[in-house]
């Protein structure tokens, strides 16, 4: 069997939430949670935390995981792809098709330990020869085609003739899915080139459905108090076995 390699980046930046990675959320820094998670759920060969933060890769460091040194700049800018990240990585620690798979997983606190579980049993179900992602569900009457911008000050439709011509009945629109990518399971040749992953995904992916309890962008101060809150009511809820 193959090592399984868990791979956790953080960078030190937030444009939105400053230290947003090691913000305190519901008593801990942020990033505490996935590793506990990804700890607990006793899968992983070797965790390796990436960053370019003395800040982050202090609080890796307590859970005696992998911080291979700190990253370079031009690998944790705003811009900055983080595929090139992965291949940096590999290239670094030796990890290859032939040796290993691995586990890309994201600072998201929601991540359980049993849904780390949960996707890497649908990656072995397919004998480890798809792309498997985190997914969910999205409902139709939030569409693309009712997507706009705002141009000079009004509105302008991605697609206005799309638009036009949409049926809007509720209760008749399908759900469609969405790919989330806060887990994602691979070769390390399908991690590293975001071109090729989005390629093999395609053409060869599949998934594991993430609740709303289980999805939640933490992009900005009200996403991180919303968030906050439904993360510390569902750890209580679960203590206390109400949930």
């Known amino acids: 069997m193959k090592n399984k390699i ?10 939105t939430i400053k230290d947003k990675n090691i913000k305190i959320f519901s008593g801990k820094p942020l990033l505490y949670w996935i590793l506990k998670e990804a700890v607990n759920s006793k899968l992983f060969d070797q965790i390796i935390l990436s960053t370019d933060s003395k800040k982050i890769a202090k609080v890796g460091k ?23 990240t992965h291949k940096y990585i590999f290239k670094k620690l030796k990890i290859s098709d032939k040796n290993s798979i691995v586990c890309i997983l994201n600072n998201n606190p929601f991540i359980s330990a049993n849904l780390i ?31 706009f911008i705002f141009k000079n000050k009004k509105i302008n ?52 459905e993430l609740s709303k309890l289980e999805n939640f962008d933490i992009d900005d101060q009200y996403d991180w108090e919303i968030s906050s809150t439904v ?10 076995k109400f949930f």
């Open 157 to 208: 439709f991605l697609n206005k003739e799309k638009f036009i011509n949409l049926k809007l009945n509720r209760q008749k629109l399908k759900s469609f899915y969405t790919y989330i990518f806060n887990i994602r399971w691979g070769k390390p040749t399908e991690l590293q080139n975001y071109k090729l992953f989005k390629k093999k995904l395609s053409y060869n992916g599949y998934g594991i």
């Open 231 to 240: 993360f510390k009511y569902l750890k209580n809820a679960r203590q206390n």
């Open 62 to 84: 307590k859970f005696k995981i992998l911080v291979p040194g700190l990253r370079p700049k031009y690998l944790a800018k705003n811009n900055s792809d983080q595929f090139e």
């Open 117 to 147: 579980k949960k996707s890497f049993d649908v990656y072995k179900k397919y004998k480890f020869k798809r792309i498997i992602c985190d997914y969910a569900k999205v409902d139709g009457d939030y569409i693309a085609n009712k997507q």
């Open 6 to 15: 868990c791979l956790i980046c953080c960078r030190g930046g937030s444009q």
